[in-house]
């Protein structure tokens, strides 16, 4: 059963989520100025904070088995470095392929001074609202991983998401290890949205 103090965060959560979705439809012109406190409240009573979705491939083992596993993932509006933290399990959009998502490690973002391997290349730092992402499985090459080894920097707004909970089969599923900030942030997400069984319905065989 979910605390009352766990209820309080969880709408404290949703009313910031909200309030982010309703601000950026209306700066992009999608909703005007006397529609903006329905569609907060309309999402605060009706929304979620999370969604389902099904990933396959090897770049994220052992995190996400190779085999693939339904992932809970957290919506992020603003994907901003309050929001999304280095070490989090995240999903974005493919720069290839924008209808496509990838689902990475958040390595680095703005600020950071990222080094290369070739010894003739300079150090570099990530500019504002850039992201630097790798894959978990480290004995892929950079361009098995497709990661920003071989993207190099993203846009932080490529990120839609973060990865809180997988489910791979009945018995391998569990919260993602994500940063200690992130974690903290989610947890009373995770006790008041996580279903494992409507998880288990969505994972494909």
Known sequence: MVSLSTWFRYAANKFEYSLSLGWKKYNIGQINGRELSDAIWKNFFQGKLTFLHWNKGEEMTPTIAAEGGT????????????????????????????????????????????????????????????????????????????????????????????????LSSAVDHGPVQNSHFAMSQDSSVLAVELDVDEMAKSTKT
Not at 99 to 108: C, G, H, P
Not at 117 to 142: A, G
Request: hydrophobic share 40%; aromatic share 10%; net charge negative.
């Open 71 to 166: 992932l809970l993932v957290r919506k992020l509006p603003f994907p901003a470095p309050t929001q999304v933290f280095v070490g989090d399990v995240v999903m974005l959009k493919d720069p290839e392929k924008p209808d496509d998502y990838l689902v990475r490690r958040l390595a680095a973002i703005e600020g950071y001074e990222m080094a290369s391997r070739d010894e003739k290349e300079e150090p570099f730092v990530l500019e504002k609202d850039q992201c630097w992402v790798i894959s978990d499985n480290e004995t892929l090459k950079p361009k098995e991983a497709r990661d920003s080894r071989f993207y190099g920097p993203l846009p932080m707004t490529n990120i839609v998401g973060r990865v809180i909970y997988c």
